[in-house]
């Protein structure tokens, strides 16, 4: 990013990649209309790029966001809906990128939980885990995996096209939750916490929080601070106090909304069991609208707007309803939606001292 560009070039904004949630392609209205969750964040040419839903690669194109522009992929926790599209970025990105001199991409996540999360009081008997000698890979370890599964690919193209490894342009690193919260995936998953620096250049400054979205864990929301501006992205998780101070007075807060009366009819068709144990699942680990909006207003947020969004064909009425509760500016973006925000009141020299704090 060259020091001669314009102030008004570094105007941040988000980009609503995606804004369907959910381990699901949406049927019913409006169909195939919002794509997995995935949200560009964009200061001047750099852009930073939270959870990688499927379709994520696509709407970068059409966003005009080229995969050399990022400088980082923050990934909230690594459900399959915020993820499953991380070996698509990397195997398909490697081949975007023709500057030898690209700098490393930064992919950063949870990492490996190193326990089974309880099995649900619903079970009928205890279910068998997959890969029970590493079940909970972390993020470095998925990224490897995933570029494992692709050898033959890759090496065909590193071999005989003599492309770079895709190793040299993408770097996966694992979040470390600090000792002191008394984090623990299953007895203490969401400590009351300060948030913490986890990502810092000359733009952004990122901060964490764990949120609640059990039964996985580490669940994160980062917030972005630019010296024009701040958008905080909630991640999944149910109304959490540690969200709130990490919004606070931020510009732009996106928030996960979940419809629950959908949730009520949604697995009527299940056995009782699987229903049921789905059902607490909603209500413990996601947010209505109304909720939402909550949260907007004791953070003090300037703007909220409604993201992940389940189901992903909603009437968009019902997610008016968090106007009810939030009486700031409230969007319910479409994909490739843009949404400014600024505020005059930042400075460069403020985000040196926050993150020396």
Wanted: proline share 9%.
């Amino acid at each position: 990013m060259s020091v001669t560009q314009s102030e008004s070039d570094l105007t941040p904004h988000v980009v609503t990649l995606g804004t369907a949630g959910g381990p699901r392609w949406w049927k019913g209205p409006s169909q195939g209309e919002r794509a997995g969750i995935a949200t560009a964040v964009v200061v001047g040419e750099a852009v930073y790029v939270v959870d990688v839903g499927h379709g994520v690669g696509r709407n970068l194109m059409l966003a005009g966001l080229d995969i050399p522009r990022i400088r980082g992929i923050f990934l909230t926790h690594l459900h399959s809906d915020h993820t499953v599209d991380l070996a698509g970025m990397t195997v398909f990105g490697f081949m975007n990128i023709t500057d030898p001199g690209q700098r490393p991409i930064r992919i950063l996540g949870p990492g490996n939980r190193g326990v089974l999360p309880p099995v649900s009081p619903r079970a009928v008997r205890s279910p068998d885990p997959l890969f029970p000698d590493n079940p909970t890979l972390g993020t470095q370890e998925m990224v490897s995996t995933l570029l494992h599964a692709y050898s033959t690919d890759i090496n065909d193209r590193v071999l005989d096209a003599l492309r770079p490894s895709p190793l040299e342009f993408f770097r996966a690193e694992d979040i470390v939750v600090p000792n002191e919260t008394g984090f623990h995936p299953n007895d203490n998953p969401t400590p009351v916490m300060e948030p913490f620096q986890i990502y810092r250049d000359d733009l952004v400054i990122v901060t964490a929080t764990l949120v609640q979205h059990p039964p996985i864990a580490p669940a994160f929301a980062f917030r972005f601070d630019t010296a024009h501006g701040s958008v905080t992205i909630s991640g999944d998780t149910a109304p959490c106090d540690n969200l709130v101070r990490l919004a606070r007075d931020t510009d732009l807060l996106l928030h996960e909304a979940i419809d629950f009366d959908w949730v009520r009819q949604a697995y009527a068709h299940e056995q009782s069991n699987v229903a049921q144990a789905s059902i607490d699942h909603h209500h413990k680990s996601h947010t209505s609208p109304e909720q939402a909006g909550e949260i907007a207003s004791r953070a003090g947020a300037r703007a909220l707007a409604l993201h992940h969004l389940v189901p992903g064909t909603a009437d968009p009425q019902v997610w008016r309803a968090a106007e009810n509760t939030f009486t700031g500016p409230v969007h319910v973006p479409n994909d490739l939606d843009i949404i400014p925000f600024t505020h005059s009141g930042y400075s460069v020299a403020a985000l040196a001292e926050q993150a020396t704090r």
